[in-house]
């Protein structure tokens, strides 16, 4: 078995390199000069090889912009990545690394994946000096991995043993598994497969790296991460805080806020956690803020038909869909008047748990499947199975659609949610929600709706809360689940509404330099770069909120960067240290 795993992760290995040297030579064709890239290595100066018009004037602009900034005078670093090769997120990292340093004065330090002409154009248009560069494996190399990998590997075959792998003390195994969900489209694996292995050889390939030729520096004390999960992210977050770095990690586009991690304790908690003590300060101090924005968001949503409206795809959203009340709804899918549970399908690449040990399942794919086997034979109510609005522009290998569509035939009790219908309808029908892990876990009971989830999620932390752990358990949830269906109390309903109005309002601040833009591979990247210049002309530290809020969060060390202007919100200001629960 591991002989077939070494010869085929190998044979992998290969062929991506194969495809990787295609597609950098179309991408070389495309995007760069080969004159200037030629004149570039023979005098050994910065020229900018990369084409576009208008992002040779942003570089041209960027370099006369950054004298806005200080001087970096310390011998301290901070570390900006570039992992994620897509144009906003390498300026969103170095615009957070030049804000935050206003208020440190160190260096900055570059990290870079070989062959990222464009990062580094723009880095050094920014003053940075410093760079790591994180190089492609030779032949040698990915063999020699390969052969450490499957050593590494021991006798885990199952995916739950492959999972808890660890290497120098890094938990790679989570990591690479989920990284194979999200990079190859297969939601799920029982055993281990040669990909996985190539996979896994890769990542302990950059951890020995980063270890041996970045983090033995000393003097690192603040990187700056656009993610912090799927490789080589998640390997580089787990070294820097190993090496008890400071690591600020950006929630949101252009209005954002830097997560503050601090310890390795934290590196298996979301971005977006917010912690319990800022929460109960929040919610206690403002209780009528609170009341009065949830009734504006909840009429604008309903006037606007925006509820559960994924804003990554809302132009793509059909408008003037219907809204159906819950007799109408019988009516449409010819039901009984029963109890209308909505079981909310999730994302199985993109929105996979990925942030370390599960509570109860391996993946969603596998949540998914367990529920859906209790749901069909759950007859007493009426269940509505909800896609995430997301799955389809993804096309992940297993996504259940047959075994849905076979269950809807055979289940009159059992209906897909139709794509004609608006969100809105669900609201005005639903008696209960389940979810894994999903933001319905907040927005149900917001609206008066009970709703019971299973897994970590950007609100599980919070001391309301309270997921259902254990299969045992779940599956005596939907044995009885008419049991479980009924209104949220009161305090919960409130929480509920305080956590919508902390994400939706507070957390995020303003940076004037960032534009709204569409962070997809489908980017216009001159319509981008031209709109970053235009917005560098208009920019004045004392006029933007995310740098003043920057400021806030820093001096009363705060795990977020709240924008605590925004409706003059209640808060003591204090220290408050909350980077751990």
Known sequence: MKIYLLIFSIIIKEMENIKYIIHRFFFYKKNISLINLISSQLIKKNINIYKGKYFQKFIDHSKKFNLKFKDNKSNNYILVENFVNHPYYTYANIISAKLLNEYFNYKLLGVLREGDFRAKLIFQAFGVKNFFVLKKQNLLSRINYSIKAICLLKNNIDISDFCKITYNKIEIGYSTYDSYIRYTGDS???????KLISMLSTCMYDCDELKKKLFVKKNIKISIQSETVFNPLNSFFQLSLLNKINIFSRCGQNEISLRHYTNWKQR??????????????????????IHNWFNEFKNKSFKAKSFGIDLRIAKFYKKNKKILNRQQLNNYFKWEDKKIVVFFLNHFIDRNYHNGPRINFQDSYSWTKYALNRIKNKKSVNWILKPHPTEKFYNSKKNLDYEISEIIKKHKNIKLFPDDLSNLTLLKSADFAVTSN????????????????????????????????GKANINQFFKNIEHYIAKPREDYIFNSKAYLYIQKR??????TLLPKEDISRAIKEENFWDKCTSLQRKFAFGDDDFFKMLGIQLKYKMRHTFNLEKDKIKITRKIYKDYID
């Not at 507070?506 to 940076?511: M, V, Y």
Request: charged content about 20%; proline content about 4%.
């Open 438 to 469: 999903g933001s319905v876990g907040m927005e149900y009971p917001a609206f008066g709706i009970g709703c019971a989830y299973t897994e970590k999620s950007t609100y599980s932390n919070l001391a309301f809360t309270r997921p259902i752990k």
């Open 506 to 511: 507070i957390l995020l601040s303003n940076c």
């Open 268 to 289: 298996n908690t979301y971005r977006y956690n917010i912690s319990q003590k800022i929460f109960n300060i929040i919610k206690e101090k403002n209780k009528k803020k």
């Open 188 to 194: 799920s694996l029982k055993k281990v497969n040669p």
